[in-house]
């Protein structure tokens, strides 16, 4: 196994994500990208899991180099962050749906950080 | 080049060119199927280096749950089913940031890790990884539990907006009041309920004089002869309620104690007290020997027919 092909895929795949991000004006497109920067970040987790476990063959669990005691501490990195993953998306289309029920648009661009709610309601009306 | 080296050039191809779809395509549906494809090769990549459960939990949350939830939110938000036209920004600032960020991690990842060989991990069993979650990293798990609950909260309040809302001061004050009921008010509901009361009122002036003239007439007794006092039935109105009431304690105390005792001798069945007029003989069963005539007139003739 050559570990660069994991890591080049996910530095890509980190790559459309960030793309994705900063191109798309619809919130749900927005929380897609978001997804794959985060499994890019999954995929770097485990590849190295596999590639520095598998560089530490020789050397004894108790030493000072041996960088992480548990076998599988990538692939527990990426369940957690799985379930976090899981948790912003529940709350970012929760609150995507009630912008949505307010202003009937999901388009990121008309999102009023600087105003307050009733102001812009006058300002609109 | 080995096997494992190509499952994962070919599924690295599958999950770049989808997720390159994802993030150009017009269609807000379409751009969740390729999300769902590009997260299922990352999940092969996961099975060719080995982290075989993360593999499966990829598909079943990612898949099977988070793509589920942004397409319910794109269809929730009525999203056009054709192409969306003004979906996406200008391209330029956006390619080039987002170039700059893969050809710079691309070349230091390129750069650390060469073209060296690694030997590919034997492949972790869903037990090992359970151990380690439940052993080592168990306080992070109970950590990573509260998160989701207190993400799940977040969501139910965020989508309630009866939780947490202030009153708006511009709203109107049409709006402010308590919501219409769920049946409307009309012509006929407000017509059958002003029948109602009225059939409430008269027989509530009904059982007023009932009660007088019952308490004047009736002065023996009512338990002494219970086939004299008992009214006719259908008819309770001379008795009075008081006589009714004596009638009543007495079908529910007089069975308790004339219920058969423990360990003594069976005496023959006592028919039960019946209230005249309020319940019907048993009709016999087929097949089974009638019950002697019960004081209310039932007939034992009508297995005959069984």
Avoid: C
Avoid at chain 2, 189 to 197: H, Q, S
């Amino acid at each position: 196994m050559h570990a660069v092909i994991p890591y080049v895929i996910a530095a890509v795949l980190f790559a459309l994500g960030v793309y994705g991000v900063l191109r798309r004006r619809n919130a749900i497109l927005v929380l897609m990208a978001v997804e794959l920067m985060l499994n890019a970040v999954n995929l770097i987790l485990v590849a190295a899991d596999a590639s520095v476990r598998s560089a530490l063959a020789g050397v004894r669990p108790e030493s000072w180099a041996y960088p992480a005691p548990e076998p599988r501490a990538g692939a527990i990195f990426a369940l957690f962050v799985i379930v976090l993953a899981a948790a912003e998306v529940g709350v970012g289309l929760a609150i995507v749906l009630q912008y949505y029920r307010l202003r009937r648009a999901v388009v990121l661009d008309e999102v009023a950080l600087d105003r307050h709610d009733h102001e812009n309601e006058q300002v609109a009306g | 080049m080995t096997v494992a080296d190509a499952l994962m050039l070919a599924l690295g191809a599958v999950a770049v060119g989808s997720g390159a779809l994802v993030v150009t395509s017009t269609h807000l549906v379409r751009a969740g199927l390729y999300l769902v494809i590009s997260l299922g090769a990352i999940a092969g990549l996961y099975l060719v280096l080995g982290a075989e459960l993360v593999a499966w939990v990829q598909v079943l949350v990612y898949v099977g749950a988070v793509v589920v939830l942004l397409l319910f939110a794109v269809m929730l938000t009525r999203a056009p089913i054709g192409p969306s036209p003004g979906l996406d920004r200008p391209a330029g600032p956006a390619a080039l940031i987002g170039g700059g960020v893969g050809f710079g991690l691309s070349v230091l990842l390129i750069d650390a890790f060469r073209w060296t060989r690694y030997d590919l991990p034997e492949p972790g069993t869903a037990r090992r990884v359970g151990e380690q979650i439940f052993g080592g990293w168990v306080l992070p798990f109970e950590v990573l539990s509260i998160l989701l609950l207190a993400a799940l909260i977040g969501a139910i309040v965020l989508s309630r907006p009866d939780i947490g809302a202030r009153p708006d001061p511009d709203a109107p004050a049409a709006a402010a009041g308590p919501p219409p009921g769920p049946v409307d008010e009309t012509a006929e509901v407000a017509a059958r309920l002003e029948r109602i009361a009225a059939r409430q009122a008269a027989a509530a002036t009904r059982h007023r004089q009932v009660a007088t003239t019952g308490a004047a007439a009736d002065t023996s007794p009512p338990t002494a002869n219970r086939a004299t006092a008992e009214p006719a039935a259908g008819d309770p109105g001379p008795a009075g309620p008081a006589a009714l009431k004596d009638q009543a304690r007495e079908v529910v105390f007089g069975a308790h104690a004339n219920r058969p005792a423990l360990g003594g001798e069976p005496d023959e069945p006592t028919a039960p007290p019946v209230l005249e007029g309020t319940s019907r003989p048993t009709p016999a069963v087929r097949g089974r020997p009638a019950r002697p005539a019960l004081p209310g007139g039932g007939t034992t003739g009508e297995e005959s027919d069984a």
